[in-house]
Structures are given as C-alpha cells and as structure tokens.
C-alpha cells in the first residue's frame, strides 16, 4: 500500500510539471513569429533585395536564417526553390558557405624505395 501511494504521489507529480512546461515550450514569442513569417515570405518572393530589407529589419543574419528556419516543414532554402525562387535561395546557399571535402590520401602520394 506503501508503494501504491509512493507511485501515485511521484505520477501525479511529474505528469502536473509537465502540463506546466509543455505549454511554456510550445508558446512563441508572436513578435518573432511574425518576423519568421515575412522572412519566409521574402524567401518566397525571389526578390533577393526584399530578403535582404526583411532580415535587416528584424536584425536576422542570413546564415542563421538559412541553417535554422523552417517555412510549411522544410528548411527555408527547400521552400525557396519549391516556390520557385531561385534568386532567394541562392543567396540564402551561399551565405551558409562552401564546404569542400579533400581526400588527403588521394591528394598526397608517397614515394617508396626499395
């Protein structure tokens, strides 16, 4: 009976902490909804100077909005292009940066004697 009252007391605990901070997770702040808004509107538009005026605007850095915003469920690059935008989202591409991948065993031979 002990335990039953144990169990019980830590369930009703943890399941009341947690419908306490799952509404605070979930909750945006909606001026920054707003701004994530219009910068997938710009990214849709192809009008890189919009883009460009938008985050300035609401103080965004391209990379960031490149690596981390989601527009409708994919990345804002993805929505850009399936919208058609392809000035947007090349600018959005290259602000991420280049990565280049070198196979130092393929680059580097070694010469043996013998």
Same mark, same amino acid.
């Given at each position: 009976?002990?335990?039953?009252?144990?169990?019980?007391?830590?369930?009703?605990?943890?399941?009341?902490?947690?419908?306490?901070?799952?509404?605070?997770?979930?909750?945006?702040?909606?001026?920054? @909804?707003?701004?994530?808004? &219009?910068?997938c509107? $710009?990214?849709?538009?192809? /009008?890189?100077? %919009?883009?460009?005026? !938008?985050?300035?605007?609401?103080?965004?850095?391209?990379?960031?909005?490149?690596?981390?915003?989601?527009?409708?469920?994919?990345?804002?690059?993805?929505?850009? @292009?399936?919208?058609?935008? &392809?000035?947007?989202? $090349?600018?959005l591409?290259? /602000?991420?940066? %280049?990565?280049?991948? !070198?196979?130092?065993?393929?680059?580097?031979k070694?010469?043996?004697?013998?």
């Amino acid at each position: 009976m002990k335990n039953v009252k144990a169990t019980l007391l830590a369930l009703t605990t943890a399941v009341s902490a947690i419908a306490i901070s799952a509404p605070s997770q979930a909750a945006m702040n909606p001026y920054m @909804e707003s701004a994530l808004v &219009e910068v997938c509107k $710009a990214a849709q538009s192809n /009008s890189v100077q %919009k883009l460009n005026q !938008t985050t300035k605007n609401y103080r965004l850095q391209d990379r960031t909005v490149a690596l981390k915003l989601m527009c409708n469920g994919e990345d804002v690059i993805s929505f850009a @292009e399936n919208s058609g935008a &392809e000035k947007t989202a $090349a600018k959005l591409q290259k /602000s991420i940066g %280049k990565v280049d991948i !070198t196979d130092i065993a393929a680059v580097s031979k070694i010469n043996v004697t013998f």
